[in-house]
């Protein structure tokens, strides 16, 4: 079975700060992990997928296969990162893709 | 480009009775799934349709169906509407079912049950 575990609910830092936005993730196979983001007023949207190693505003996550973990980081936030992230997980069984979320994590970045 | 749209975005049923929800998948893409999204949890998947059959599915009864059309377009039908049916419901299209994970989402129907 999969499943995604984002155990906090609320991230509030102030600007400049660090953020580090935590995802476990439960699956027998090799996963395909993504980070999904909602600013306010706006629908979901890809931010970044561990597959493409890449920094999107920013953001950094890296797969950690023994702990089982894809935490999203930034060094420095800003205030347009205020927004709700999810974690998801990617099952492709040969026939589909579903996408597997954490419940998400509301980050405010305060000036 | 045109983006996922959803249709209504916003309805009231009363518990037993039937709803339809529609979607229109972004240009280019063959592949519709739906999410439903209850208040302060994550999307849960339902199902997915390919080329007009179903694909996949995820852990909701027979009364939750769906079916997607020669344009790729879908909709999401549910009978016998209980109050736990209250959620929003996203439809998201992508290509190929959905290979790389990346999934473009509508903004949403919501659906309150009374």
């Known amino acids: 079975a999969q499943r995604v575990t984002q155990p906090e609910k609320l991230l509030s830092v102030f600007k400049g700060a660090p953020v580090e936005l935590k995802c476990n993730y439960s699956?027998?196979?090799?996963?395909?992990l993504f980070w999904y983001v909602q600013y306010s007023r706006q629908r979901l949207q890809l931010l970044l997928r561990h597959i493409s190693r890449e920094s999107i505003k920013g953001f950094t996550a890296d797969l950690n296969k023994g702990e089982t973990s894809f935490h999203l980081k930034k060094p420095f936030a800003q205030e347009e990162d205020s927004a709700m992230y999810y974690c998801?997980?990617?099952?492709?069984?040969?026939?589909?893709?579903?996408?597997?979320f954490g419940k998400g994590i509301t980050l405010s970045v305060r000036p | 480009e045109t983006g996922v749209t959803q249709s209504p975005t916003h309805l009231i049923k009363t518990r037993g009775q039937q709803v339809t929800l529609r979607c229109s998948s972004q240009?280019?893409?063959?592949?519709v799934s739906w999410y439903q999204q209850a208040l302060g949890q994550g999307p849960q998947f339902i199902f997915q349709y390919y080329r007009e059959e179903e694909n996949g599915r995820g852990n909701f009864p027979p009364r939750f169906s769906g079916l997607q059309f020669p344009n790729y377009s879908s909709e999401l039908n549910v009978n016998a509407l209980e109050l736990d049916d209250s959620a929003l419901y996203l439809c998201a299209s992508s290509y190929d079912r959905g290979q790389g994970g990346e999934l473009f989402f509508g903004e949403g129907s919501r659906l309150t049950v009374l």
């Open positions: 699956y027998s196979g090799s996963p395909e």
């Open positions: 998801a997980l990617s099952g492709w069984t040969g026939a589909n893709s579903k996408l597997t």
């Open positions: 240009s280019g893409h063959n592949t």
